[in-house]
């Protein structure tokens, strides 16, 4: 089994800043890919990233590029999202995910952090 906990969310106002991590522990030899999703209320979950196990990642909807990075530490099987200059619309419950085969948008992610939630203020 894998377990991922997710950290580093909370309330910022228009314009700031946060890091997010995703600690995974346990059969952690399992992981492949990793990646972020997010999930605004009302509205259906949204691939953000993928990692592959060398780095390379995929995904990034128009409306966080250039504003999110990603970074994956495989010695720590930690991976983090930063994300600058929030916007509103960035207020979401994010969560990490692995998958022990992809690491793409469309890859079968087996497990799945609780999740951490961002709120952009204005």
């Known amino acids: 089994q894998l377990h991922l906990v997710e950290s580093g969310g909370g309330s910022v106002q228009v314009g700031g800043s946060l890091r997010l991590s995703c600690a995974a522990s346990?059969?952690?030899?399992?992981?492949?890919?990793m990646a972020w999703f997010r999930q605004a209320p009302g509205r259906e979950r949204e691939f953000v990233v993928g990692v592959s196990p060398g780095g390379r990642d995929i995904g990034w909807p128009d409306s966080v590029k250039g504003r999110f990075t990603v970074s994956r530490d495989t010695a720590k099987n930690t991976l983090y999202l930063e994300m600058n200059t929030l916007r509103p619309e960035d207020t979401a419950v994010y969560y990490c995910a692995v998958s022990v085969t992809g690491w793409g948008e469309f890859a079968n992610y087996n497990y799945w952090g609780q999740g951490t939630q961002v709120t952009v203020s204005s």
């Open positions: 346990g059969q952690t030899t399992s992981i492949y890919g």
